[in-house]
């Protein structure tokens, strides 16, 4: 229907006015960016924060300080205590293969003049069998080690690469926030675990965590192994009692703690991503309509000034049908270039913010590119139908006299 | 090649009814060279834009390249002004973006013709203007521009050019080039329709064509004689409307003034239709004024 000649005519007319175009076209260009940026999130969201989660496992349940409802009563911020971890596994052993009490905070770990900057985990011997993470080298943790506060620890993998690389390290004593300690084990290799990398991690005794290095009382975290992912609400239910037992709290007050679930993570984050995905679609919605109307603006600004032109190409044989098109082509071509330019906008805002967050990984998926195209020549299409029907229903007699 | 019969075309302003063409039969013969003169707003342009397929008129029936133009529908009027028609304006009407070369490009874009870009070549080379076809019109002369326009108009090889004051915005020099451009491509067999102000490029025409009020009402066949007696005439009608000018501004003593003017259009009132002739002897035979002076006065003298 178009053929070239006509196109390249379109384009040689638009490179006359270049900025004036590229302005009409900003709308575009931001609508087009920010369907490709909210896309990037979005897409990177699903294949990556979510498969994180996957990790995390559908038979466990995460127990955190806090309080999940708005009360008016002040609650204790932090509660978890490392007996709770003891009380919830004995307790409910039906139903709990196992409860892994985690506290954790920065730390550098220094082996002569070699230094890293880690993850300190406090944590128990039943940490790494509840995430299958095994040792490449020596061994894990204890039981003796927990109960003796022992100064050992267990180096993840990229700590161990970045201080040792390939030189054995069992046996030796670095010295982590000043404190020395004999390394016992070297971790496989195993990435992230939800927002957690694994790797970067410096494996020590609870009690040694909370004791002689962060001085604290409570936990951060609390992780339970139920017996079977259908079994974790009722495994909620007993971890729950178990809780409100020891904290002492009394029927019809609220918990002071939260219990999350891989369900609940994956519910939450959805819910940002929802909520992120409508505040990017509006914005590209409102854009690509003041987009439409800024090409719209400019063709008919664009018939009006080539009148003559119009009535020129009438008098040598274009016929209203062929007008017609080139006005549309100049519209979709404007149009099409705003996209462009808009997905190398969108494409760079994505990456910047996940960049700058770190935790956004984002994905442009090269669909969206022909989509954001294929949209963008539709907004042209659409924008420009009115001002190149008006230029085609030029009277070409009147047309040749404008001035 | 052109019958025209009857054509009328009205405009209606509000109550009041223009009637920029009241009737006009003519015909034209392949090969002609045509004249058209006339007064401003005697419908010369209309006529031109009604033979070139541009308009339709109000009334009458127009026959133009063997087709009657009436029965014609808009996709079909578009392809005779692409293959049979050549337009050439007064303002040139390029499109000042492009080249020289693009313009003449632009009525092949609607033909789909193989060797388009050699058609182009060809239409500037025979303008002379095979050089400048890179060239944008803001980077050429006046007459060069018109040549483009020329060349754009006999890019698809029409048979009729149809030419509304092409010198009118040229010096009478380039307007000589211009106008032997036109000599050539009659000589080629194209029939040449021309609008002018200027009797020097009328008299050109194998035919002249007086209109007033949207009527014909000289047509006459030319030839060296009659040519001759034309110019004489109308060097006579400048000096007098000159004196007459210049006596109205006391330039020169009242006795130098004329009291009669005698203007083309009476002057060899034999050629078409003895009524038209007689109504135009009437009217410039009435007492003179500036305004009174027919077609001469639409000439500027200090132009010449
Ligand atoms: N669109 C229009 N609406 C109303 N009147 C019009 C229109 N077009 C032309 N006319 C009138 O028709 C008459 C003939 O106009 P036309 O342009 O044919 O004259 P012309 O002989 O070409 O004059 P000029 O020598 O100035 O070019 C004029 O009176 C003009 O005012
Ligand atoms: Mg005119």
Known sequence: MFHLQILLMAFRGLKQNLVRSLLATLGVII????????VSILEGAQRNILDRFESLGADQVLIFNGSDRKSHRQVQTSSLLPKDSDLIAEENKDIIVAAAPQYSGAGQVKFYEKNAFATILGATESYAPMYQYKVAQGRFLTREDVRGNAMVAVLGYKVANEIFGA??????????????????????????????????????????????????????????QCTSAARVPACIERVKKTLRASHQ?????DDDFIVFTQDQFKQQLGQVALIFGVVLY?????????????????????????????????????????????????ASIISMFGGALGIVFGWAISNLLSELTQVLETYTPPIIIALALLMAIMVGIVSGIYPAIRASRLDPVQALRYE | M???AQLRKEYHMGDSVVHALAGVDLRIQPGEFVSITGASGSGKSTLMHILGCLDRPTSGIVRVAGETVSALNDKQLARIRNQHIGFVFQTFNLINRTTAFDNVLVPLVYTRRAFAKKAARDALERVGLGKRSKHRPSEMSGGECQRVAIARAIVNKPRLILADEPTGN????????????????HADGITILVVTHEMDVAVQAQRMIHMKDGNIVEDTAVDDHRREQILTQAHDVHTRAFRQKAAAKAILPAAARVPEVGGWPTSFGGGGGDDRGHDAERESSSPPGPKDLGYPAEVDPVRE
């Not at chain 1, 609508?31 to 909210?38: D, F, L, Q, R």
């Not at chain 1, 603006?297 to 080139?326: C, H, P, W, Y």
């Not at chain 2, 040229?170 to 491509?185: K, P, V, W």
């Open chain 1, 282 to 330: 509006s914005i590209a919605g409102i854009s690509i309509i003041v987009g439409a109307i800024g090409i719209m603006n400019i063709m008919l600004v664009s018939v009006t000034e080539r009148t003559r032109e119009i009535g020129v190409r009438i008098a040598v044989g274009a016929r209203r049908f062929d007008i017609l098109k080139q006005f549309l082509a100049e």
């Open chain 1, 167 to 224: 030189l054995p390290s069992v046996g030796k004593t670095v010295k982590i926030n000043g404190k020395s300690f004999i390394l016992i084990g070297v971790m496989e290799e195993k990435g992230a675990y939800g927002f957690i990398e694994l790797d970067s991690q410096v494996i020590i005794p609870l009690s040694t965590a909370m004791g002689r290095m962060f001085g604290q009382r409570y936990l951060n975290m609390l992780v339970v």
């Open chain 2, 2 to 4: 052109i019958e025209a």
């Open chain 1, 31 to 38: 609508g087009v960016g920010a369907v490709v940026s909210a």
């Open chain 2, 170 to 185: 040229l010096d009478t020099r380039t307007g000589e080039q211009i106008m032997q451009i036109f000599h050539e491509l």
């Open chain 1, 249 to 253: 709290i009394s029927a019809g007050d």
